[in-house]
């Protein structure tokens, strides 16, 4: 039974923004939340979006190996906790996973059967770079880094179930919740 939903994309495709519509329009889906010791954003909430962490805090989670996959990247940790997971495969709630391509192709192998993989990609590599630099959260430096996994990022697009434009917003988020629909059949929703 598939509950595990990973949305992963290179940077700056529009996951986030994915992901926060799908939570405005279907409610009964739980949202995974990841630590990070990245600094958090003014539009962010500590406990929302992620759980920020300093990165001493972070290397003892790891060192406790609270966390089912982590990641350091653009100079900060990413990871998910075990908890979330268990807790949502024991329950039977779909839970929707924002995360890198990495760390997606890691829960991917983890949990094979329960998984539901889809990756974002953007319209092109401009558009993408328009969107790095309109969000207006990082540097030039920054965002030059998150330029350069992309090639990686885009090579294991053929690892994921399936694959989504995001041009549109709304049709690109339609389009994910259709798929979530069908593959999630037989999951307990929560009410
Ligand atoms: P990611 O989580 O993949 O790094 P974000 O969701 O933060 O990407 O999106 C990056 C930027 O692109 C944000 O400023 C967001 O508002 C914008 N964006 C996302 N989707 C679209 C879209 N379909 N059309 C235009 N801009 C978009
Ligand atoms: P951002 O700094 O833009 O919020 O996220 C940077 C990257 O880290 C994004 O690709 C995002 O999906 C990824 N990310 C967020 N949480 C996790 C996580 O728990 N694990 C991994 N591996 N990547 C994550």
């Not at 630590?35 to 909430?45: A, G």
């Not at 001493?56 to 406790?64: A, G, N, R, W």
């Not at 997971?85 to 991917?108: H, R």
């Not at 959260?137 to 690892?159: C, Y």
Request: proline share 3%.
């Amino acid at each position: 039974m598939k509950n595990l939903i990973i949305i992963t994309a290179p940077s700056g495709s529009g996951k986030t923004t994915i992901c926060k519509e799908i939570q405005k329009k279907e409610n009964n889906i739980k949202f995974s939340i990841s630590h990070t010791s990245r600094k958090i954003r003014p539009n962010e909430k500590n406990g929302v979006d992620y759980y920020f962490v300093t990165d001493e805090e972070f290397l003892d989670s790891i060192k406790k190996e609270d966390f089912v996959e982590w990641s350091f990247h653009f100079d900060c940790y990413y990871g998910t906790s075990k908890s979330q997971i268990q807790n949502s495969i024991d329950k039977k709630i779909p839970l929707l996973l924002e995360v890198d391509v990495k760390g997606a192709l890691n829960i991917k192998k983890l949990f094979p059967k329960q998984t539901v993989s889809i990756f974002v990609e953007p319209p092109s590599l401009n558009e993408l770079k328009i969107r790095l630099q309109k969000r207006g959260s990082d540097s030039n430096e920054r965002i030059a880094k998150r330029l350069q996994r992309i090639e990686f990022e885009l090579s294991h697009k053929s690892n994921f179930d399936f694959s989504i434009v995001n041009d549109k917003l709304e049709v690109a988020t339609n389009k994910i919740l259709e798929i979530i629909k069908n593959e999630t059949k037989g999951v307990s929703y929560v009410t």
